[in-house]
């Protein structure tokens, strides 16, 4: 007698899963995820460090800029007008050889004159040392200091009445700026580099 086989409806599967099979299949599984969240940290946690570095580094650079104004000793005479004080390293996009300085800008009651006189021997007094003054006779001489850190420092001295007249244009345009060159108040521009002596 023969016997005819009923054919299945459900073919067979050529791969044939297994419980051990299934439990390697996940384990594999598993393996790469717990790699990936382990990458993912282990990167994030780096990552994280270089930040905190970088910022500390910021930190300790900007402390050294406030502590070298503070050093100055300005009495109450010295009003602060406008301030940009940082402590990341900003390079010039143009000359990557130079950077910014932190800037104070202060108005004082006195000529100019008087004014960087005064401030010479203040800067001085806070351990730096005169190098030369950029700009002498013009209506925005410089004088620039650096102390034995290697740390540089500029004071600009402008007749208040000339920065008046630059902002605001509110001087007799036929009589030279220069006349007015030592005349009170005085606008005072001090800044503080800790790498290189530019403006």
């Given at each position: 007698m023969l016997m005819v086989r009923k054919k299945s409806l459900h073919p067979k599967k050529h791969v044939q899963t297994t419980p051990t099979h299934f439990v390697l299949r996940r384990?594999?599984?598993?393996?790469?995820?717990l790699v990936f969240v382990l990458f993912s940290t282990l990167a994030m946690s780096i990552y994280l460090i270089d930040r905190l570095v970088?910022?500390?580094q910021h930190t300790d650079r900007l402390n050294q800029i406030t502590a070298i104004y503070d050093s100055l000793g300005l009495d109450s005479s010295y009003r602060a007008v406008r301030s940009d004080l940082f402590g990341d390293k900003r390079v010039y996009s143009w000359d990557k050889g130079r950077t910014f300085a932190s800037t104070i800008e202060y108005g004082h009651n006195d000529t100019p004159t008087n004014t960087a006189s005064d401030l010479r021997k203040k800067v001085e007094n806070a351990g730096f040392t005169y190098i030369q003054t950029e700009y002498e006779g013009s209506i925005?001489?410089?004088?620039?200091?650096k102390n034995a850190k290697g740390n540089y420092l500029r004071?600009?001295?402008?007749?208040?009445?000339?920065?008046?007249?630059?902002v605001y244009g509110d001087v007799d345009s036929k009589a030279p700026l220069i006349q007015h060159?030592?005349?009170?108040?005085?606008?005072?521009?001090?800044k503080v580099n800790l790498d290189d002596n530019n403006e």
């Open positions: 384990s594999l599984l598993v393996y790469v995820i970088i910022s500390k925005n001489p410089t004088q620039e200091y004071v600009s001295t402008m007749s208040g009445t000339i920065h008046n007249s630059i060159a030592n005349e009170a108040p005085t606008y005072v521009t001090i």
